[in-house]
T-cell receptor, first 111, second 112 residues
Framework: RKEVEQDPGPFNVPEGATVAFNCTYSNSASQSFFWYRQDCRKEPKLLMSVYSSGNEDGRFTAQLNRASQYISLLIRDSKLSDSATYLCVVIADTGRRALTFGSGTRLQVQP | DAGVTQSPTHLIKTRGQQVTLRCSPKSGHDTVSWYQQALGQGPQFIFQYYEEEERQRGNFPDRFSGHQFPNYSSELNVNALLLGDSALYLC???????????FGQGTRLTVV
């Protein structure tokens, strides 16, 4: 079983739609959680950290459910520029600082 | 403020050769991590350097080695290249124990 699992998609949505991605992680000791965005053939860029209480950044909302070991990302009012691959990222515990990535979920926003 | 820079951006090597990739971290960052990203996959952790020592290592063979210099820049060396080593190699920098990492644009290695 992969440490971090995501639906690869692609998710094809029209502009203005709301789309949600989920991610599950296997290590219950995981400490830190993030969503990264990666454009085609570019480097991953930090989109947002994910906190237990949930957090919002503009059109983006991230949620963490520790009991079920899943993380979600909600994008409201999708823009063409949101088209990218969204990577769910976990840091297993304080002793391991390596980022563990899911395989990513591809989003294509269509006009 | 320069971000994370990597060189070269693209590289083509032959099976069995050796390659060295370079990374300069973001200004003020002291920790460098290397990742391998195969096509269609998420990045996989190779190793992390802090204070010129390998602090943590992922599930990669000894053909993969690295170094960190006093100015925090880093090199990734891969010996005896295999076709399967073809990938995007990403360097990420961070500050000490902080979890947020910033990535360079990557080096795309093709082994033929």
């Amino acid at each position: 079983r992969k440490e971090v699992e995501q639906d690869p998609g692609p998710f094809n949505v029209p502009e203005g739609a709301t789309v949600a991605f989920n991610c599950t992680y296997s290590n219950s000791a995981s400490q830190s959680f993030f969503w990264y965005r990666q454009d085609c053939r570019k480097e991953p860029k930090l989109l947002m950290s994910v906190y237990s209480s949930g957090n919002e950044d503009g059109r983006f909302t991230a949620q963490l459910n520790r009991a079920s070991q899943y993380i979600s990302l909600l994008i409201r009012d999708s823009k063409l520029s949101d088209s990218a691959t969204y990577l769910c990222v976990v840091i297993a515990d304080t002793g391991r600082r390596a980022l563990t990535f899911g395989s990513g979920t591809r989003l294509q926003v269509q006009p | 403020d320069a971000g994370v820079t990597q060189s070269p951006t693209h590289l083509i090597k032959t099976r069995g050769q050796q390659v060295t990739l370079r990374c300069s971290p973001k200004s003020g960052h002291d920790t460098v991590s290397w990742y391998q990203q195969a096509l269609g996959q998420g990045p996989q952790f190779i190793f992390q350097y802090y204070e010129e020592e390998e602090r943590q290592r992922g599930n990669f063979p000894d053909r993969f080695s690295g170094h960190q210099f006093p100015n925090y820049s880093s090199e990734l060396n891969v010996n005896a290249l295999l076709l399967g080593d073809s990938a995007l190699y990403l360097c990420a920098s961070s500050l000490g124990g902080r979890p947020q990492a910033f990535f360079g644009q990557g080096t795309r290695l093709t082994v033929v």
